[in-house]
């Protein structure tokens, strides 16, 4: 079961999400204060969606320390926001992807299948 990370500080957004996500059979693990070091130590997700813009926090330093990492920078992360300058944000701040918000569960769905797809290993053939 492949494990995804939400880190949001609306808690309505991380609810949905989540709802959603596991609906789909996914393992939803969640954050709301962006405090994601000690969960990254526990446990590796398969992929993050992160808001970009947490109270007290800025989710594209966030993105850009864990790509930044060699334990993390595999792992792809989409930046959430309400930002009309979303696309700009996510590619500066080195994101796998963007949704804006407010989003179609469809879309979020899409992308999420899209990005874990191409990080399993029986996608690529030796």
């Known amino acids: 079961m492949k494990k995804i ?3 949001d500080d609306d808690e309505s957004i991380v609810e949905v999400v989540q709802l959603v996500l596991e609906g ?3 393992s939803v693990q969640t954050n709301t204060d ?3 070091l000690p969960l990254l ?3 590796r997700p398969d992929l993050i969606l992160l808001d970009m813009v947490l109270s007290g926090v800025d989710g594209r330093d966030i993105c850009k320390k864990l790509k930044s990492d060699r334990e ?3 792992i792809p992360v989409i930046m959430l926001s309400a930002h009309s300058e979303t696309d700009k944000a996510a590619d500066a701040s080195g994101a ?3 949704l804006e918000k407010p989003f179609d ?3 979020l769905i ?3 299948e899209r990005h874990l797809a191409s990080t399993s290993p029986e996608i690529h053939p030796k």
């Open 5 to 7: 990370l939400v880190v």
């Open 24 to 26: 789909e059979g996914y």
């Open 34 to 36: 962006g405090n994601l």
């Open 41 to 43: 130590k526990k446990e």
């Open 72 to 74: 993390t920078v595999r």
């Open 96 to 98: 796998d992807d963007y």
């Open 105 to 107: 569960v469809d879309a």
């Open 110 to 112: 899409a992308i999420v």
